[in-house]
Every structure is written in structure tokens, then in C-alpha cells.
């Protein structure tokens, strides 16, 4: 399966301030994904990152908090922007196909803190 | 909509005790099913899947029959170790959703911790 690297791997903030996080595959992915991950909770999908078009929001997520870009098929980028303590969580990303009977692989996330 | 619903946690068991977590769920269509494990400070890792009605997920000791009957998809392990101390996540993903592709619906998770 595909090597995913996400970076940073943890980070503490301040509130107000946004920051950006990475994601790497080693190899071209059809589908990208970002999870939320808050405090002894399950996933919760932020949004389908596509190649060269704008993202997929779920309910709930907007574009203005969580703005994502996916250049090219092997890397992606989240953005939390102006954060506040809620958004303290884990941010998974993932990988995965066009078909449903393939699993998601993950990164091993970004652990946010802020203050 | 999609759902999962897990057994809530902690699951506290003594090393080599038998292990079971429930999984039930509800979708449209056919869906594919997996089990994903978290240990401690790492990101999630497929532990084994099922695509269709009756198949039998296995990896590492670990089992689990895709029941469409009873929209069931059990985890088992018959003698666990500290080392499976983590969290298992049950999750579906149904192709039928518009541009889905395997977009996933997870459970909450539940928590493992095995004592020696």
C-alpha cells in the first residue's frame, strides 16, 4: 500500500493563527482525504480533496476555515485558519480509490494543540 | 444515511483472553466493511475487510464475518496480547453514493487495553 507522510507531525499554536499541513504519497493517488479527529472521538471527513479543482466539503466544514489544495496526484495540503481551542484535534489524512470495495490508507496525522 | 454502531468502551481483558467487539451498521446497497486499528500516538491501519455478503476478514489473529442478515460484522481474536492494546474502528463505504468512490463511515471506536 501507498507511504503516507504528513508533516507536522504535532504542533502547538496560538489562537487566531492558521496553519498548514502536508501530506505526501509516494506513489499517485485517485483520491485524497481529510479527517478531524477530536479527543477520544471517531473520524469525522472534513472534505474529498480533488486534483485540480476545488475540494468537497462535508457538512459543516467550509471552505474559509479549512481551505485545501491538491496540486498534483501524490501530495495535498489543509489549512486551519484562524484557530481557537475547538480545533485542538487530530487531522488524518488518507488515501483511496474510485472503488468502494478498497480500503483508505492513513497517514499517521498532526496532533493540534492550541492555546 | 450510513451508520455504524460499535460496543462502547474500554474493553478491559486479561492477556489471552477471548475477544469479541460488535459492529453493526446500516446502509444502502452493498457495502464494503473493515476493521481499522490505532495504537497510541500513531494514525489508523487496516486490519482486515470483508466486500461482500458471508466473505471472512482475517489478519494477525484477528477475525470477521460480514453478516447481512443480521447487518452484523463481529471483531474476534481467540487469545489477545498486550500488544493489542489500542483503539478498533468498524467503518463501511458504499460506492452507491454520489462521486463516493470509498468514502468511509466510521463507528466511534472502542478502546482495547489487555492486562497482564
Known amino acids: 500500500s501507498a507511504v503516507i507522510s504528513q508533516k507536522p507531525s504535532r504542533d502547538i499554536c496560538q489562537r487566531g493563527t492558521s496553519l498548514t499541513i502536508q501530506c505526501q504519497v509516494d506513489?499517485?493517488?485517485?483520491?485524497m482525504f481529510w479527517y478531524r479527529q477530536q479527543p477520544g472521538q471517531s473520524l469525522t471527513l472534513i472534505a474529498t480533496a480533488n486534483q485540480g479543482s476545488e475540494a468537497t466539503y462535508e457538512s459543516g466544514f467550509v471552505i474559509d476555515k479549512f481551505p485545501i489544495s491538491r496540486p498534483n496526484l501524490t501530495f495535498s495540503t489543509l489549512t486551519v485558519s484562524n484557530m481557537s481551542p475547538e480545533d485542538s484535534s487530530i487531522y488524518l489524512c488518507?488515501?483511496?480509490?474510485?472503488?468502494?470495495?478498497?480500503?483508505?490508507?492513513f497517514g499517521d496525522g498532526t496532533r493540534l494543540s492550541i492555546l | 444515511g450510513n451508520s455504524v454502531t460499535q460496543m462502547e468502551g474500554p474493553v478491559t481483558l486479561s492477556e489471552e483472553a477471548f475477544l469479541t467487539i460488535n459492529c453493526t451498521y446500516t446502509?444502502?446497497?452493498?457495502?464494503?466493511l473493515f476493521w481499522y486499528v490505532q495504537y497510541p500516538g500513531e494514525g489508523l491501519q487496516l486490519l482486515l475487510k470483508a466486500t461482500k455478503a458471508d466473505d471472512k476478514g482475517s489478519n494477525k489473529g484477528f477475525e470477521a464475518t460480514y453478516r447481512k442478515e443480521t447487518t452484523s460484522f463481529h471483531l474476534e481474536k481467540g487469545s489477545v496480547q498486550v500488544s493489542d492494546s489500542a483503539v478498533y474502528f468498524c467503518?463501511?463505504?458504499?460506492?452507491?453514493?454520489?462521486?463516493?468512490?470509498?468514502?468511509?463511515?466510521f463507528g466511534t471506536g472502542t478502546q482495547l487495553k489487555v492486562e497482564l
Open positions: 446502509a444502502t446497497g452493498y457495502p464494503s
Open positions: 506513489s499517485q493517488v485517485t483520491m
Open positions: 488518507s488515501v483511496g480509490t474510485d472503488y468502494s470495495n478498497q480500503p483508505q490508507h
Open positions: 467503518a463501511l463505504s458504499d460506492g452507491s453514493l454520489t462521486g463516493g468512490g470509498n468514502k468511509l463511515t
